[in-house]
């Protein structure tokens, strides 16, 4: 089933795309939830005509995004959690803290792009990786330190 994307799908594509999807993964997941449409030769044509406006669009969104991954390259973050004798830390430090924690420092970002495989639970210094686009990357140093 081709479709064209009208949002970004992690996996298949960008909005705008032209993709090749399942027929089943199209039917039940994608146009239901609106994140795609049936590539008709009507569709096709009219994607035709604003191809240039996304190209354009598109290129401005990466500038900017790019301009908040200078920003925030080298932020530091400290949490301050209660932890055992050896370091292991009795909660943990996950996506949404560390969201809320550069939400207080002025960085507005989606819980998506925080890239960590499982919560921190273990103190000490982690670099961790910010996916705000698939081309545009930044790292933040979260510290974790035992509290009493």
Excluded: Y
């Amino acid at each position: 089933m081709k479709v064209i994307l009208r949002s970004n799908v992690a996996k298949v594509g960008r909005a705008g795309d032209v993709k090749d999807v399942s027929d089943g993964f199209g039917r039940n997941f994608l146009l239901p939830k609106k994140l795609a449409t049936p590539a008709t030769p009507a569709a096709l044509a009219q994607w035709e005509k604003g191809k240039e406006k996304r190209v354009q669009l598109q290129a401005q969104l990466v500038a900017k995004t790019k301009e908040l991954a200078e920003k925030i390259n080298g932020v530091s973050l400290s949490f301050s959690r209660p932890a055992g004798a050896e370091g292991k830390l009795f909660g943990s430090v996950g996506k949404s803290d560390i969201v809320k924690s550069l939400k207080t420092c002025g960085f507005e970002i989606d819980k998506q792009t925080v890239v960590l495989e499982s919560a921190i639970k273990k103190v000490g210094e982690h670099e961790i990786e910010l996916q705000l686009l698939p081309e545009v990357k930044a790292s933040i140093k979260v510290t974790v330190t035992p509290r009493e």
